[in-house]
């Protein structure tokens, strides 16, 4: 079964970094593409940022675009996401999700990390 | 962006309703629609892609409907594992979006 766990989430002040990891196991992830998707608290669910399964293909939405950096070790199976000039904004749960076949739905989700921005 | 609207926002109804929630995006996009449910402090779980397609494992009484800019997702028969929320998320262009969510709650 497709397992994702996310890690690195925590509290952080505003304009501090924060790296994110995804490790992926039980399926090829060299061959998969890939996404973070985040939830802040009582909100609904926003895309952040998508790699192609290569990592050649970076995508972002406007509101991280910038600060946020989306990589991948494909020899390590893990997906991360850099987090510059955090913002109280950016306060979500953030999962890492796996896209389905060749098109950007998400088939298989981690449990998520929590990243907290207050000073 | 692609604007994705849903209604309700909240749905109240009883065990073995038929419930349908609809998805409007803010122009076309195909069939490049997915559904998903969320529970509470949990990981999102696709239900639908395609529009229509259903997902494997995913029961016979979820169905989707629609292309172009409407769209709507169905429980044919509403069960107790079925009260959680519900969104939608188009994937014709990037950024992707999601609807704001509908919340199917208990009368």
């Known amino acids: 079964e497709v397992h994702l766990l996310e890690s690195g989430g925590g509290s952080v002040q505003p304009g501090g970094s924060l790296r994110l990891s995804c490790a992926a196991s039980?399926?090829?992830?060299?061959?998969?593409?890939m996404s973070w998707v985040r939830q802040a608290p009582g909100k609904g669910l926003e895309w952040v940022s998508g790699?192609?399964?290569?990592?050649?293909?970076?995508y972002y939405a406007d509101s991280v675009k910038g600060r946020f950096t989306i990589s991948r070790d494909n020899s390590k199976n893990t997906l991360y996401l850099q987090m510059n000039s955090l913002r109280a904004e950016d306060t979500a749960v953030y999962y890492c999700?796996?896209?389905?076949?060749?098109?950007?739905?998400?088939?298989?989700w981690g449990q998520g990390t929590l990243v907290t921005v207050s000073s | 962006d692609i604007q994705m609207t849903q209604s309700p926002s909240t749905l109240s109804a009883s065990v073995g309703d038929r419930v349908t929630i609809t998805c409007r995006a803010s122009?076309?996009?195909?069939?490049?629609l997915a559904w998903y449910q969320q529970k509470p402090g949990k990981a999102p779980k696709l239900l639908i892609y395609?529009?229509?397609s259903l997902e494997s494992g995913v029961p016979s009484r979820f169905s989707g409907s629609g292309s172009g800019t409407e769209f709507t997702l169905t429980i044919s028969s509403l069960q107790p594992d079925d009260f959680a929320t519900y969104y939608c998320?188009?994937?014709?262009?990037?950024?992707?979006?999601f609807g704001g969510g509908t919340k199917v709650e208990i009368k």
């Open positions: 122009q076309s996009i195909s069939s490049l």
């Open positions: 998320q188009q994937y014709n262009s990037y950024s992707l979006t």
């Open positions: 999700a796996r896209e389905g076949g060749y098109s950007e739905y998400f088939q298989h």
């Open positions: 790699s192609s399964a290569s990592g050649g293909g970076t």
């Open positions: 395609k529009a229509s």
């Open positions: 039980k399926f090829t992830f060299s061959s998969s593409a």
